[in-house]
């Protein structure tokens, strides 16, 4: 490339079906080309298998084809993060580098994933056809994406602290909560402090807890959260590459705001107890927005474990089922 090269890093959106309607990939122009998490597969819910060439159609623009990219770096891995990671890696053969975490949650039996999920599930006042719909989405969940970055492609498994991606220095920190083993990675970009932030510190909103979904992770995940807020606030960053919302200077504002959302958001369940709601899954469509319930159904059932655990709410187990109270 010729002239004068005003940024190393290109942004790659994708289409999806949640708000804010797209996912974002960053092309790192290095010596070797990094590319930070792999976007969006249009097709992952079956449908047809025609090829999406938003990705091709990117990296053409800046003078690359997809067997060019010598490092794939994956955040963490949920469908919208890994999606074209197959295709990636058959062309390009790239190094990847993905969260320790992640190899031993993909390593985990399906039939011993259910079976948490139930019990958790049927706990959390979850039944009929519910419960059995939110057994399948775990199993299913695991199955995709563990189909979509198989461990055996994955060459260096991550830990917090320095890692080097190729052509790349960066400070990985660890940040659960939205995904247990979700990694961000501070770096230098254009002579700037850069956190490539996967799906935390975005601008637009607080990511959803998420972490293990019904897993047993779930009675961890808001402590997860803080922990993953108070490793952000003490990181100096001059510019947020998220995987939703724009890319951002706002990082200090957003990472306060994210743990007042939380604390909020914390506060509103207790208020919901303290008028009637008593399980789970009536917590949950209480709060439930646009993205429906079954998103919700994780973040409140963290969420009543927190209160659990911090003296703000007290349960009764009657038939299995947990019953929350006010303290
Ligand atoms: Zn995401």
Redesign the pocket.
């Known amino acids: 490339m010729s002239g004068t090269r005003l940024s190393s890093v290109r942004r790659i959106e994708f289409a999806v079906d949640w708000p804010p309607g797209h996912?974002a990939a960053y092309l790192l122009d290095l010596d070797e080309p990094v590319l930070v998490d792999a976007g969006m597969r249009s097709d992952y819910d079956g449908g047809d298998e025609h090829p999406d060439d938003t990705l091709d159609a990117a990296l053409a623009e800046t003078g690359y084809e997809l067997a060019d990219i010598e490092h794939l770096v994956v955040t963490h891995p949920?469908v919208?993060?890994v999606g074209q990671a197959p295709r990636i890696i058959e062309a390009a053969d790239p190094t990847v580098y993905a969260p320790v975490g992640v190899r031993e949650r993909f390593d985990r039996d399906v039939d011993a994933l259910a079976e948490r999920v139930r019990d958790n599930a049927s706990a959390a006042g979850i039944a009929g056809d519910q419960l059995d719909e939110a057994v399948e989405m775990a199993v299913e969940s695991l199955r995709r994406d563990r189909s979509l970055l198989p461990p055996d492609a994955v060459d260096e498994w991550l830990d917090s602290g320095p890692v080097e991606l190729g052509p790349l220095s960066a400070e990985a920190v660890h940040v659960p909560g939205h995904q247990a083993d979700h990694l961000a990675f501070l770096t230098d970009l254009d002579g700037e402090r850069a956190l490539l932030a996967g799906?935390m510190a975005l601008e637009p909103f607080r990511a959803v807890l998420l972490h293990d979904g019904l897993d047993d992770g779930y009675v961890d995940a808001v402590d997860g959260f803080y922990a993953a807020l108070d490793r952000l606030a003490d990181l100096e960053v001059d510019r947020v590459y998220p995987?939703?919302g724009p890319v951002h200077d706002q990082f200090d504002e957003v990472v306060e705001r994210d743990r007042d959302r939380l604390d909020a958001q914390l506060d509103r369940i207790e208020g919901k107890l303290s008028e009637g709601l008593r399980t789970v899954p009536g917590v949950a469509m209480a709060l439930a927005g646009d993205r429906g319930v079954r998103y919700m159904i994780p973040e409140a059932m963290s969420a009543l474990a927190h209160l659990e655990r911090t003296g703000r709410a007290t349960v009764t187990v009657e038939d299995g089922v947990r019953y929350y109270d006010p303290a």
Do not use: A, E
């Open positions: 996912v949920h919208d993060h799906d995987g939703h």
